[in-house]
């Protein structure tokens, strides 16, 4: 079992509507959660952060974590085309000093 | 305030050759990790260097190897390069001590080997 796992997409989801990206993980200790969006032929840029069970709002972009499922999910409402990205869940375990991303959700967003 | 920087950018190399990837970090960032990405295996974790010191390394064979100058810069080598070798380099700075929290990172240097 990888230590993090995202959906395996591809996803597609129509202009306007709601990307729902999932992630699990396995460390029970990890503290911190992250998403990076990662264009294509460019190098990963963090999008959102959360550190605490429940929903974290940023714009159109809502990050949802329940630690209790080893659970974290990235909404994006009213997708636009420029959404159109490859996503990485990343997992800090602060006390191990690491940080473990998935393999990435790619995400189209067709007009 | 500058970005993370790698060089070179892009670069060609065959079988059995060497190479070595540069990276600064953003000022006052003292911790770098270097990754590994291809369509395959995703983001691999290679290493991570704070104040000189590798504090975490990934699995990756001896023949990959770094290390961290006292103003934060960072080299990564390959030796005895392999076709499988062929990726994406990213490397990402922080404020560290670990590669935790959020990661800043650099434009990449892509290597093949032919």
């Known amino acids: 079992q990888k230590e993090v796992e995202q959906n395996s997409g591809p996803l597609s989801v129509p202009e306007g509507a709601i990307a729902s990206l999932n992630c699990t993980y396995s460390?029970?200790?990890?503290?911190?959660f992250f998403w990076y969006r990662q264009y294509s032929g460019k190098s990963p840029e963090l999008i959102m952060f959360?550190?605490?069970?429940g929903d974290k709002e940023d714009g159109r972009f809502t990050a949802q974590l329940n630690k209790a499922s080893q659970y974290v999910s990235l909404l994006i409402r009213d997708s636009q085309p420029s959404d159109s990205a490859t996503y990485l869940c990343?997992?800090?375990?602060?006390?191990?000093?690491?940080?473990?991303f998935g393999d990435g959700t790619t995400l189209t967003v067709k007009p | 305030k500058a970005g993370v920087t790698q060089t070179p950018r892009y670069l060609i190399k065959t079988r059995g050759q060497q190479v070595t990837l540069s990276c600064s970090p953003i000022?006052?960032?003292?911790?770098v990790s270097w990754y590994q990405q291809t369509p395959g295996q995703g983001l691999q974790f290679l290493f991570e260097?704070?104040?000189?010191?590798?504090?975490n390394k990934g699995n990756f064979p001896g023949r990959f190897s770094g290390r961290q100058f006292s103003n934060s810069r960072s080299e990564m080598n390959v030796s005895t390069l392999e076709l499988g070798d062929s990726a994406l380099y990213l490397c990402?700075?922080?404020?560290?001590?670990?590669?935790?929290?959020?990661?800043?990172f650099g434009e990449g240097s892509r290597l093949t080997v032919l």
């Open positions: 959360i550190y605490s069970n």
């Open positions: 990402a700075s922080s404020t560290g001590p670990g590669n935790t929290g959020e990661l800043f």
């Open positions: 000022s006052g960032h003292r911790s």
């Open positions: 990343a997992v800090d375990n602060t006390n191990a000093g690491k940080s473990t």
């Open positions: 260097y704070f104040s000189e010191t590798q504090r």
């Open positions: 460390d029970r200790g990890s503290q911190s």
